[in-house]
């Protein structure tokens, strides 16, 4: 009977005693883009390394999983439209993995053709230039892992981004504090930064437009970054 092991690369829980591990002291000498690039790299090479080695390993690697785009085309956009009376005209959410941000544009775009999406980017996660300066790529190949291609690079080759815009952290976080506070949703910062990012954009269509954004996380994930925080649902 197959076994099938989730895999994430940020998780300490898989993290093989490898080679690798010494150059996570090197990458801290980096700068931005580079530094973020390479641990990712790190990351993605020993859970590619672990899945090689032990057939039961499953490795989702979301950055790069096409069914990722896939599931959000087919169900999460579909979800909007069944939701959403009448047009769209925005289309707001954070780069991320690229599956979120691409897979519903698409199902969206299919429908409404004109709307506008806007791809979030915080300030502290450079994620679109470590792919689109290749900065990944580069060092995934000197660690000796796999060639793959982005989700981001689907984004960026099909222009489906008509902007980027960067979101402050502490902007993302007054945000998450009001739509905790105000709304009850106990989310992070990520969909602080999605809200924020949707009010932005309304300032630049016409009265009545609807823009569509998603919060897609919980703030228990921020306990340890925030501990002494007081958090009012």
């Known amino acids: 009977m197959l076994t099938i092991q989730r895999i994430g690369f940020a998780s300490p829980d898989f993290m093989a005693p490898i080679d690798l591990n010494k150059h996570?002291?090197?990458a801290e000498k980096l700068q931005s883009v580079e530094k973020a690039a390479t641990f990712v790299a790190i990351r993605m090479k020993q859970c590619y390394d672990l899945q090689q080695s032990d057939p039961s390993n499953w490795w989702a690697n979301?950055?790069?999983?096409?069914?990722?785009?896939?599931?959000?085309?087919?169900?999460t956009g579909r979800e909007?439209?069944?939701q959403i009376?009448?047009?769209?005209?925005?289309w707001v959410a954070s780069v991320g993995t690229g599956g979120t941000l691409l897979g519903v544009a698409q199902a969206l775009k299919d429908k409404y053709p004109d709307l506008k999406v806007?791809?979030?980017v915080p300030t502290d996660d450079p994620r679109i230039e470590w792919v689109?300066?290749?900065?990944?790529?580069?060092?995934?190949?000197g660690f000796g892992g796999p060639k793959l291609r982005f989700l981001i690079e689907d984004i960026l080759d099909s222009n489906v981004m008509d902007s980027e815009m960067t979101v402050e952290n502490a902007d993302a976080r007054t945000m998450a504090d009001r739509l905790c506070r105000e709304e009850g949703l106990f989310c992070g910062?990520?969909?602080?930064?999605?809200?924020c990012a949707a009010i932005e954009m309304a300032k630049t269509l016409e009265k009545g437009s609807k823009i569509v954004t998603v919060v897609v996380d919980r703030r228990d994930r921020y306990f340890a970054e925030y501990p002494n925080e007081h958090y009012v649902v």
């Open 62 to 75: 979301q950055l790069c999983n096409v069914d990722n785009t896939r599931a959000h085309r087919e169900y």
């Open 118 to 120: 806007v791809g979030v």
């Open 132 to 141: 689109r300066s290749r900065a990944v790529h580069t060092a995934l190949e």
């Open 24 to 26: 996570l002291d090197n």
């Open 85 to 90: 009376d009448g047009q769209i005209d925005g």
């Open 80 to 82: 909007i439209l069944h």
């Open 189 to 195: 910062m990520s969909s602080g930064a999605n809200v």
